[in-house]
């Protein structure tokens, strides 16, 4: 699927103040970008545009619940995004978008393409590790969480293995 303009915020014909716009996203929108992360996503994206004769502030803030898998047992489960980015807007001779929190468009446009805004928030939003609820309070049953159970490393160093660490955990306590 190509990419498309799918969110465009046309300010051409607003008064200077300020002006609120709401946006949903699905997951079509992260395929559109190749990115395959999220088995499903309900995600409400809320701008603020301040509107001043020079310049364009937008404050953009995302929030929802995408389905991601667990980085360790490869489980589904539903994680809650939530995500702010500020943008201001300035018109130059021509296109700039190097800067993160600056936006250069030509003189004479009338709308900005949201659509990178939109993913770049929400994909960094998210953390590097995503586990599962149910492994950190133990609720959840997987055949690959007992496998990994038998490798685990800390459980050698609970077994007392070697009784000279018993003496010196004895003096590390005093």
Known sequence: MSKQNQFLLKF?????????????????????????????????????????????????????????????????????ISSNLKVLVKFGEKYDDSNDELLILPHGSHTIDLDQFFYEMIVLSMPIRNVHPGIEDGSLKSDIINRLKDFDINKEKSSNFDPRWDKLKKLKSK
């Open 12 to 80: 051409a014909g607003l008064k200077d103040g300020n002006h609120n716009f709401d946006f949903k996203i699905e997951n079509k929108f992260f395929k559109s970008f190749n990115y395959f992360d999220y088995n499903k996503c309900d995600l409400k994206t809320h701008i603020e545009l301040v509107k001043k004769p020079t310049v364009l502030e937008l404050f953009i803030t995302g929030s929802g619940t995408v389905n991601i898998n667990c980085t360790l047992s490869n489980e589904p489960f539903d994680f809650k």
